[in-house]
Each structure stands twice: as structure tokens, then as C-alpha cells.
């Protein structure tokens, strides 16, 4: 399935690196999603992006900045991150930014060494 | 407290069998509910919705129980396809109305 797209699908970097993580969707959506699964934890929702603009910042350190310059693509530039932020960041898709299905990219699995 | 409780399991459960998941939730003004599904090392994808009245979708069956903030899940004649992480989401349970997703329930399906 190719509704969602997320590159790299693996990424390891050093704590001083600067790497973005990019996000595709062919849906037609209008909302756009970054999440974040660490191991034994739930997703956690980062950014929520409804018609370019965001709408939802979940108190993310400022290491994470998202971007979304049109309703199919999604960024998220990442800068001196800590070892702690390594998981799989996970972007969705939905119709709106509501009650929706969201569909998922595979995710990237980001390693901070 | 959780806003969205799972026992995380594992349930091993041999093919053929029964098996039944709750799910709890902290927000009494929760509106949607939904089950997904996640295999190991994929993405979750949505099993099915959860309405009031409940719903079944072939071998599975979802429960709203909105007087004691649960949802269920039931699997019958399990198969071992089955086996996956099964997440509970709500909507509405925060002032923004955003989806919140438990922990997740791990299932193995044994032959």
C-alpha cells in the first residue's frame, strides 16, 4: 500500500546531527499527523497539521519542529536530539482533523547515539 | 490514571478459541472509540469503529459500555492471523478533541 509514505525508513544519527524526516500522502486528506512509539508505551501525538496550518502542539521540545508546506507533505526537522528521543516516529493521515480513520506510514526508526 | 487503559498482556490463546479484550477510558465526555490493529514492526490500521449500539464485523464484536467507560472486543474462532497488538483509541478525551491511543493489547494466536 503506498497511501502513506514516510522516508528514511531507518535513520540513525549523533546528537549534534541535523536530519528532517519526510511524509507523503496520496489520499486527498486534509489533516496531516506525526507520532511518536517508544517500546512498552502508547503513541504518543506530537503535531497536527488540518489544512497546512497547525493546530496541535503537544508540548514537543523545540528540538522537533514540524513543517507542512502543502496538505500532502509533512516534515519533521529534528536537531540536537538526546538519546531518549530515539523511537518510531509514525506520520497519519485523515480525511479531517476529527473523529476520522487515520492511516498510517510505515514510520522511520530513528537511533540517537 | 491513564486517559486509556489496556492490560497489555500477552494473551496466548490456541486457535479456535475465544478471546475477549477490555479497555477503559478516564473521560466521561468521550465521543468516538475505535479498535486498531498493529502488527509487529508495521503501522497500526483501524479494525473497526465502536458504536453505541455495539457492532460486529464478522469474527469480531466491539462493546460500548458508556455508564462504566469500557470498550470491548471480542474474537471469535481465532485464527493465527490474529496475532497483533490490538490498540484501543478514543476520541474527545481532551479539550482538543484529539485521538488517544492505549498501550495496546498483545495477542498470540498458537496453532
Known amino acids: 500500500e503506498t497511501g502513506v509514505t514516510q522516508t528514511p525508513r531507518h535513520l540513525v544519527m549523533g546528537m549534534t546531527n541535523k536530519k528532517s524526516l519526510k511524509c507523503e500522502q496520496h489520499?486527498?486528506?486534509?489533516?496531516m499527523y506525526w507520532y511518536k512509539q517508544s517500546a512498552k508505551k502508547p503513541l504518543e501525538l506530537m503535531f497536527v497539521y488540518s489544512l497546512e496550518e497547525r493546530v496541535e502542539n503537544n508540548s514537543v521540545p523545540s528540538r522537533f519542529s514540524p513543517e507542512c508546506p502543502n496538505s500532502s507533505h509533512l516534515f519533521l526537522h529534528l536537531h540536537t536530539l538526546q538519546p531518549e528521543d530515539s523511537a518510531l516516529y509514525l506520520c497519519?493521515?485523515?480525511?479531517?482533523?476529527?473523529?476520522?480513520?487515520?492511516?498510517f506510514g510505515p514510520g522511520t526508526r530513528l537511533t540517537v547515539t | 490514571r491513564k486517559e486509556v487503559e489496556q492490560d497489555p498482556g500477552p494473551f496466548n490463546v490456541p486457535e479456535g478459541a475465544t478471546v475477549a479484550f477490555n479497555c477503559t477510558y478516564s473521560n466521561s465526555a468521550s465521543q468516538s472509540f475505535f479498535w486498531y490493529r498493529q502488527d509487529c514492526r508495521k503501522e497500526p490500521k483501524l479494525l473497526m469503529s465502536v458504536y453505541s449500539s455495539g457492532n460486529e464485523d464478522g469474527r469480531f464484536t466491539a462493546q460500548l459500555n458508556r455508564a462504566s467507560q469500557y470498550i470491548s472486543l471480542l474474537i471469535r474462532d481465532s485464527k493465527l492471523s490474529d496475532s497483533a497488538t490490538y490498540l484501543c483509541v478514543v476520541w474527545g478525551s481532551s479539550n482538543t478533541g484529539k485521538l488517544i491511543f492505549g498501550q495496546g493489547t498483545t495477542l498470540q494466536v498458537k496453532p
Open positions: 489520499l486527498g486528506h486534509n489533516a
Open positions: 497519519a493521515s485523515s480525511q479531517g482533523s476529527g473523529a476520522y480513520e487515520q492511516y
